[in-house]
Each structure stands twice: as structure tokens, then as C-alpha cells.
């Protein structure tokens, strides 16, 4: 029953996968050194995007950490936060970069953009995106004596930022989610390893994950979703909406996910669901939010763009 239910959430999302394998444009900087109007010998590339930030997702942390700044920084006064997708943003910051246009993205790492672009954050003075975060595994209450194998191999799930991005940046490259994670998994036995031990192989107790359709989190589930099918589990993962994500492992129609940011941006999931599911830690570190812009762009600061007139 419920994997229907859940099912039904995820087409309910409306979201969409899309990841884009743009080519780099020219780094000789000759179209750059032009864009934007000239301010006191500084680039303005305000009004060439149109006062806007490519954003991502309604609700998702990002977002409404980049709205929060329209209202904290004066050089963002007048500025919009256009919401759409994670692979539309992607799609619009490679579509920019391939004729080395001024954009303005809400970004996050680990991401395959930052490895496949030249890109930087803008120097965020005022703190509103806060400081380094971390991607927390949360599974529901009852998970481990209900399914104590499962349980303890997402609770020893652990990896790094650059595992995440070589699996993204297979993906935004073209292979399949399923095949990317695949390969990840055979290159990486050792590690692997070291999340299974102590565990025992299952005949086919199935097992549900939730997960954002964020190409950090398509990376992180599809591995986690491979592993537990090599153990036996019979896996099944869902594409939600950041709330619904949360609220589907609180009331017991998924069973966990490994794709929980905290402490910023899931912060408000955190708060409603937070006593209602369990947290078992982090599964990556020096993960971060904030606005990104490619290099050729000559602005270092969140405070160097100028307010809408």
C-alpha cells in the first residue's frame, strides 16, 4: 500500500531530473571584460540578469536563504529569486557559461558543476547562508528492530564530498543514475565494505528511501539504493518534495533517507519533523549553500552587486 501512496507523492512533486553536459566556453575573458556597465572600474552584471538569481526548488533552503539576502543586502534590494528546478538551473548556468554570459545561481557542494565549470562563491559577509553543513542519514522510528540490517548500513554510511561529485559528474555526463552508482560501488569495494560489516545478507526484505531530486542526493540514494540490493534488500527510491520528503519517513511511508542538509537547509523540515524521526548522523561533511557565479564574472561579493533602480 504504501508504496503506491508513496509513489503517487513523487509524481505529486512534479519534479524533474535533468542534467545538462554543456561544453566550457572560452576562458581568454574578452567577452567578460565588457559585460556588465562600468561602476568606479568595476563590472555591474546587475541589470544583465536582470536583477534576478536562478534559484532551484520552492522551499528548499537555498532558496529561501537567497530571498532572505534580497532583504539583508542592500546590493540585492529590488532583486527576485526565480525558483524553477535543480537541473533547469543547471540547464540555465550551462547555457550562460557556453557563451560566457553573467548568471547568478543558488549553488551548493558537493555538485558536479563545480567540477565539470570554473565557478566561485560570492563572498557572503552577511552570513545568511551560514556556515559549512552536513548531508545527516534519518531513518524512521522503529527501523532498527524492525530491519536491523538495513538500519545499521545507513547508519555506517560515510563518504566524502569527491565520492559524491564523481558519481554526479558520471551522471551529468550521461550514464544512467542506476550504472553511475554501479560503477562507484565496484571501484570503491573497500569503503563499501566498511558500511555492510557486521551486517548479514537479507532474501528479499524490501526496504524504501526517500530522497530530494537534487543531483547530490539522485548520487548519494542510487549508491546507498545499490548497496543494499547487493546485500539482498529489495530497494525501492522515491523522488520527493523537501517536505514531503521529511513527512514521509515521520509517519512511516519510507523508510529513511540519506539526503537530509542540515543545519540550514532543511532547517524548517528539521524543526516540524526533526522529534519524529531519527537521526543517525551525518554521512557527509563540508557540504555549503550559498550564490555562485562562474570565474570570468568580476565580481567576488554578494555586496559588489548593485540594487535593482
Given at each position: 500500500m504504501f508504496k503506491l501512496n508513496l509513489k503517487h507523492l513523487g509524481l505529486a512533486a512534479g519534479l524533474s531530473f535533468t542534467l545538462v553536459a554543456a561544453g566550457c566556453g572560452s576562458d581568454d575573458g574578452s567577452d567578460s571584460?565588457?559585460?556588465?556597465?562600468d561602476?568606479?572600474?568595476?563590472?555591474?552584471?546587475?541589470?544583465?540578469?536582470?536583477?534576478?538569481?536562478?534559484?532551484?526548488?520552492?522551499?528548499?533552503?537555498?532558496?529561501?536563504?537567497?530571498?532572505?539576502?534580497?532583504?539583508?543586502?542592500?546590493?540585492?534590494?529590488?532583486?527576485?529569486?526565480?525558483?524553477s528546478s535543480s537541473g533547469a538551473m543547471a540547464t540555465a548556468l550551462g547555457e550562460a557559461y557556453d557563451n560566457e554570459e553573467p548568471i547568478v545561481v543558488t549553488g551548493w557542494t558537493p555538485h558536479w558543476k563545480f567540477a565539470k565549470y570554473d565557478l566561485k562563491y560570492l563572498e557572503d559577509p552577511e552570513g545568511v547562508f551560514g556556515e559549512a553543513e552536513e548531508i545527516k542519514t534519518m531513518v524512521r522510528q522503529g527501523l532498527e528492530n524492525e530491519k536491523p540490517n538495513a538500519y545499521k548500513i545507513l547508519d555506517q554510511f560515510n563518504w566524502e564530498p569527491a565520492d559524491m561529485e564523481e558519481v554526479m559528474l558520471?551522471?551529468?555526463?550521461?550514464?544512467?543514475?542506476?550504472?553511475?552508482?554501479?560503477?562507484w560501488v565496484e571501484d570503491n569495494a573497500e569503503k563499501v565494505a566498511e558500511w555492510t560489516e557486521?551486517?548479514?545478507?537479507?532474501?528479499?526484505?524490501?526496504?524504501?528511501?526517500?530522497?530530494v531530486e537534487w543531483d547530490s542526493e539522485v548520487a548519494s540514494t542510487n549508491v546507498m539504493k545499490k548497496v543494499l540490493e547487493?546485500?539482498?534488500?529489495?530497494?525501492?527510491?522515491?523522488?520527493?518534495?523537501?517536505?514531503?520528503?521529511?513527512?514521509?519517513?515521520?509517519?512511516?511511508?519510507?523508510?529513511?533517507?540519506?539526503?537530509?542538509?542540515?543545519p540550514a537547509t532543511h532547517g524548517a523540515q528539521f524543526e516540524e519533523y526533526g522529534d519524529q524521526v531519527e537521526d543517525l548522523g551525518a554521512n557527509l561533511e563540508g557540504a555549503k549553500i550559498g550564490l555562485v557565479v562562474p570565474e570570468y564574472m568580476d565580481v567576488d561579493s554578494i555586496e559588489d552587486l548593485q540594487p535593482a533602480e
Open positions: 571584460d565588457n559585460a556588465g556597465s561602476n568606479g572600474g568595476e563590472a555591474n552584471y546587475s541589470e544583465e540578469v536582470d536583477y534576478t538569481i536562478t534559484g532551484i526548488e520552492p522551499g528548499a533552503g537555498v532558496v529561501q536563504a537567497a530571498e532572505n539576502a534580497t532583504e539583508s543586502y542592500e546590493s540585492l534590494a529590488g532583486w527576485e529569486v526565480e525558483t558520471e551522471i551529468s555526463n550521461g550514464t544512467t543514475p542506476e550504472d553511475a552508482a554501479a560503477t557486521g551486517t548479514e545478507e537479507v532474501d528479499g526484505e524490501s526496504i524504501e528511501l526517500a530522497y547487493d546485500q539482498g534488500f529489495d530497494v525501492t527510491i522515491t523522488p520527493l518534495d523537501n517536505a514531503v520528503m521529511w513527512q514521509a519517513v515521520a509517519n512511516g511511508d519510507a523508510d529513511g533517507m540519506v539526503a537530509a542538509w542540515l
